[in-house]
């Protein structure tokens, strides 16, 4: 299998197929070009899976056993260093190949800034973009780039898509007034609920694209990201919101992004490769996908 825009990278820990075969096909997006604080999410994909070594392939509470599940790891995507558009229009590119192969597959994403969440959803198309970030996203441009990864969310509600934004607690006037105006939808964290999530998701039209940007986790849960706050959610929270929404709705897309650091094993690695098996068990416990 030959793709335009990827080279090999280290794998995933779980025994791997082919993209043709795979229900799910992870991708990682090593990009850290328009970080504004803490450097290092070109490692996150990386990292992520490396902290995969970690894990037990039996998700407990689902009786799920990961090694049974059909999954492909096509690697990275080649970036275009400090080029956030262009790296952009390679995401979208190898996806649009991936899915060429597999229409059914569900590409999921590994980062890596979260400006390239953008990709994802330029090719796989969504009605409705559900996200779990600290930050609302959703400026016009940042330090003169309109890819940054503080406008994803602008640039993806841009395309028309619908938007529903969970345990944020960081924005600016201007991006609130943005999203009073568009009808975006988002909870803070501190207002952050199981029945708030269902509340606003059971509305929003499908198919739907599922984002992670890491730092919607509380600080001391995720340290190694690029734009770290505090009083975020629990691990428990989101994964609660993912077992109802992929046993509730299409979903064709997911990605967690904004992982960084220098260290293997870090914290933020950690959770996020937790967060990776229990989106696939869940998604697999669900089957409607
Ligand atoms: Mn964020
Ligand atoms: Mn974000």
């Not at 902290?51 to 080649?78: C, K, P, R």
């Not at 996200?131 to 990864?149: G, I, M, Q």
Request: hydrophobic content about 45%; charged content about 25%.
């Amino acid at each position: 299998m030959e793709f335009l825009y990827t080279y090999e990278d280290f794998k995933l820990d779980l025994p791997l197929v082919n993209v043709e075969d795979a229900r799910y096909v992870v991708l990682g997006v090593p990009f850290d070009g328009t970080t504004s604080y803490r450097s290092g999410a070109r490692f996150g994909p990386i990292l992520i899976r490396q902290a995969t070594i970690n894990l037990e392939s039996y998700v407990l509470d689902y009786g799920i056993e990961l090694s049974e599940v059909l999954i492909a790891d096509v690697g990275n995507v080649s970036i275009v260093s400090g080029n956030s558009e262009r790296t952009v229009d390679r995401v979208k590119e190898t996806i649009e190949e991936i899915i060429t192969l597999n229409p059914q597959a569900v590409p999921v994403l590994l980062g890596g800034e979260h400006s390239q969440t953008l990709g994802a959803i330029r090719a796989l198309k969504p009605k409705s973009y559900i996200v779990f970030d600290a930050h609302l996203d959703l400026r016009d441009t940042y330090e003169e780039n309109p890819y940054s990864h503080a406008c994803v969310a602008r640039r993806i509600a841009g395309l028309g898509v619908r938007e529903a934004m969970f345990g944020i607690r960081s924005g600016t006037r201007e991006e609130v007034e943005f999203a009073r105006e568009k009808g975006i939808v988002w909870i803070h964290a501190r207002d952050y609920s199981f029945d708030s999530f269902v509340e606003v998701v059971e509305l929003l039209p499908e198919p739907i694209y599922l984002s992670i940007d890491i730092d919607v986790f509380d600080v001391s849960m995720v340290p190694d990201t690029g734009t770290p706050e505090a009083g975020g959610l629990s691990f428990w929270d989101v994964i609660s919101a993912i077992e109802w929404l992929v046993e509730n709705k299409k979903v064709i897309g997911f990605d967690i992004m904004e992982v960084a650091g220098e260290r293997l094993g870090n914290p933020t690695a950690v959770t996020a490769a937790k967060l990776l098996f229990y989106f696939i068990a869940a998604a697999e416990k669900g089957r409607k996908l």
